[in-house]
């Protein structure tokens, strides 16, 4: 099951610089995006969202564009800190299901340098 | 912040045995969640559960699980005869309300069986 990819398994990125997480859907029912954060021992951690009727949404250091009609969405995190050195899961809701039954990606691992 | 508490933290049992994983959600919360995690795999969808019934379930979700609310806190999946291939993390997740709500996790019980 391929519906959500996530095809960098590690992005290695120096303090202060941005780093950019990237993830595929093949599901076009999809319409609900998420990012999560997950430390070792840790469940994931909400980070932002968005829905299909947007294609930008910032919090902070970290925005989120969604791309519908490439099927692709990314997370840009800006200053990175070294704090911010996880994996991090997109995940997917269908439009009738909205943020209820994700579907996630197989996740990045972000190091961020100092 | 409120947080989804799962317990215990790292439960190992010998094929065969019945288990039960705990959740407490947060309090306000309506909709609970188990998802799990096998090592090195994408974290993936078990069962939803609103207004003390099943909602949905995926496929991996048989006739060897279930889930309960047994006192109107707790929120429980048991494993009635674990197999091998059901070690892994599993995550309750719980949120207020359908639509457009993101999940919170708890940090996991890590189940092996051996």
């Known amino acids: 099951d391929q519906q959500v990819k996530q095809n960098s398994p590690s992005l290695s990125v120096q303090e202060g610089r941005i780093s950019i997480l990237n993830c595929d859907y093949t599901?076009?029912?999809?319409?609900?995006f998420l990012w999560y954060k997950k430390y070792p021992a840790e469940g994931p951690t909400f980070l932002i969202s968005?829905?299909?009727?947007?294609d930008k949404n910032e919090d902070g250091r970290f925005t989120v564009f969604l791309n519908k009609s490439a099927k692709h969405l990314s997370l840009h995190i800006v200053p990175s800190q070294p704090g911010d050195s996880a994996v991090y899961f997109c995940?997917?809701?269908?439009?009738?299901?909205?943020?209820?039954?994700?579907?996630f990606g197989g996740g990045t691992r972000l190091m961020v340098k100092p | 912040e409120p947080e989804v508490t799962q317990t215990p933290s790292h439960q190992v049992t010998q094929m065969g045995q019945e288990v039960i994983l705990r959740c407490v959600p947060i309090s306000n919360h309506l909709y609970f969640y188990w998802y799990r995690q096998i090592l090195g795999q994408k974290v993936e969808f078990l069962v939803s559960f609103y207004n003390n019934e099943i909602s949905e379930k995926s496929e991996i979700f048989d006739d060897q699980f279930s889930v309960e609310r047994p006192d109107g806190s707790n929120f429980t999946l048991k494993i009635r005869s674990t197999k091998l291939e059901d070690s892994a993390m599993y995550f309750c997740?719980?949120?207020?309300?359908?639509?457009?709500?993101?999940?919170?996790f708890g940090n996991g019980t890590r189940l092996t069986v051996t």
């Open positions: 997740a719980t949120c207020p309300g359908q639509g457009y709500s993101p999940l919170h």
């Open positions: 968005i829905s299909s009727i947007k």
């Open positions: 995940a997917a809701s269908p439009e009738n299901n909205a943020g209820n039954m994700l579907t």
């Open positions: 599901n076009s029912m999809f319409d609900y």
